[in-house]
């Protein structure tokens, strides 16, 4: 890859490569923009096969962000890092010691959180060496756990998208079939079955098929979900699971979750958009847990502060399927319209969508 091209093209700002040979440290620091305010993205520990592997994957996390963040009205950019490793064999406190004082020196440029492969005692570590952290233990007086934000978000936005579908916001009764149900589709189905959805479940992990069933959930094979009659399918695994094979199958009317890059490419979301399946985008529905971060910057957190800002992704999810209609275009085409309208505006250059 030409990754100065690639990166001037996508309008990156910097990719800071790091290594540390006496910690075994090799990572990847990727900031997409920093029009809104300073990057901030989780830090991924993960046993890349490449090089090229690790720096693609940061850079489309951290472009992710930035349109995360810009959706969701928070004064953050987008940034994101990566180390090479594995998180269960390689994973020390002198590696993560090390990588603080690589995110020290990039002066707040860029705050770093949890992601896959890290955790709140992981956030510990680097916090000793760097005060650039967001998302830190409650312990410690950051936001805890954001998965408790993510999944009120998706509730929310898969009600704005449930009342443009069928007239009211009402979940009652609806079928929702969840692919994964780890932490995001746990505190998901909590609001769902307060309404009295009903849900099917699946996963590939038995701590949490054991969880599902223990709340009298009806659970079915991974490679089944996909087939199960449902009015709405919320992905909360893995990404890519929109793809030519699995959209066929679907039954639903709405595909709503919380996992990241959903739709494998962008004809997929097109796809979705011919077949009249209303795509809630993924960023926009799951920026709870970045709203929750956010709300420790500057002051100390303030749940109410989150759970409202969360809360306002209804109205987002509105705005996106509005303009979705209005032109025509796919809801994942219109949320980036709405992001890049929101950076362009800062950036103080003609609107995107506008028409001015
Ligand atoms: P998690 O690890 O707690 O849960 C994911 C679950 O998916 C696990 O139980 C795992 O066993 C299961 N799974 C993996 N592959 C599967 C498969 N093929 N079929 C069925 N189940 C499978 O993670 P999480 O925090 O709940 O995050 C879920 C998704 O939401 C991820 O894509 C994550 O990137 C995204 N997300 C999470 C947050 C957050 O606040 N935690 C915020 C935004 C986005």
Redesign the pocket.
Known sequence: MDILEYMSNQKYEQLTMITDPGVGLKAVIAIHDTTLGPSCGGTRIWPYESETAAIEDALRLAKAMSYKSAVADLPLGGGKAVIIADSHTQKTEAMLRSFGRFVETLSGRYLTTTD?GSTGRDLEYIRQETKHVVGLPTTMGGSGD??VM?GLGIYVGMKAAAKEIWGTDSLSGKRVAM???????FNVAHHLLKENATLIV????KG?IDKARQMGLEVVP?DEIFDVSSDIFSP????GILNSITIPKLTCSLVAG???NQLLSDSHGDELHRLGILYAPDYVV?AG?IINVEAEIGSPYNIDRARERTERIYDIMENVISLSKDKNIATYKAADLIAEERLASVQNIKHLYSGN
Do not use: M
Request: aromatic share 8%.
């Open positions: 896959v954001t998965s993510t692919q994964g149900f780890g932490k995001v589709a699946t996963d590939v992990y949490a991974p909360c695994a893995l990404g919380g996992a990241n799951n847990g």
